[in-house]
């Protein structure tokens, strides 16, 4: 079965990989203990409670809110959801001479900003947080964006134990070949879900 067994999250980043690049990643996100929060599966259909129904409504929203973001097929299953993203290309316009000296300018001060603060010995601390957020437009910023949004909701509407693991598992798609496979995975998912790895009975 494909991806079977592959969801372990202690080693879900390829430590080489730009996740801001151009390109179509398939994504697993999965609530916390694996609890079917979303619904159930029904004779091969996925039936989703209101907070899965809210789950799908946000992934599929996605691209209005992450300018570079495309999504491919996804599907929200009982305890955790399925989707293919893909990051545009950014286009960078070239600046007028005008943009080009003010960034320049800019540039300068944060220089001299982050020069003051290795001084005063808050710049370490400063670093190790920024180095903990995913970079603007990456695919760790849409994950961590699209979480908060069901988090947000369903602690609104009376859910308020419901919570995500921390991280996710994802997989860049490199050929047509594997993104057509893919995409056939997710479509079939709710069909095998009694044999999928993230089955609530499953060791």
Same mark, same amino acid.
């Given at each position: ?47 989703? #409670?209101?907070?899965? $129904?809210? *789950?799908? +409504? ?9 300018? %570079? ?78 979480? #908060?949004?069901?988090? $947000?909701? *369903?602690? +609104? ?9 921390? %991280?996710?598992?994802d997989r860049v798609i490199r050929s047509e070949r594997e993104l057509e496979a893919t995409r056939r995975y997710i479509v079939n998912n709710p069909l095998q879900w009694h044999r999928d790895r993230l089955y609530p009975s499953h060791p």
């Amino acid at each position: 079965m494909l991806y079977r067994n592959r969801y372990r999250v202690e080693s879900t980043r390829l430590p080489d990989h730009d996740y801001a690049a151009s390109a179509w990643y398939h994504i697993v996100i999965c609530t916390k203990d694996r609890r079917c929060w979303f619904g159930e599966v029904s004779e091969g259909t996925m039936v989703l #409670s209101r907070l899965g $129904r809210t *789950a799908h +409504q946000f992934c599929a929203a996605i691209p209005e809110h992450a300018e %570079r973001a495309v999504l491919d097929a996804f599907v929200v299953m009982p305890n955790h959801v399925h989707a293919i993203i893909g990051l545009l290309p950014v286009v960078s316009p070239e600046p007028s001479p005008e943009e080009s000296l003010h960034a320049e300018t800019l540039q300068h001060q944060e220089t001299l900003r982050a020069t003051s603060l290795r001084g005063s010995g808050g710049g370490v601390k400063n670093q190790a947080m920024a180095d903990r957020s995913p970079k603007a437009g990456s695919l760790g910023a849409i994950v961590r964006s699209y979480k #908060s949004a069901v988090t $947000r909701w *369903a602690r +609104q509407n009376e859910h308020e134990a419901f919570a995500w693991q921390p %991280r996710f598992w994802d997989r860049v798609i490199r050929s047509e070949r594997e993104l057509e496979a893919t995409r056939r995975y997710i479509v079939n998912n709710p069909l095998q879900w009694h044999r999928d790895r993230l089955y609530p009975s499953h060791p």
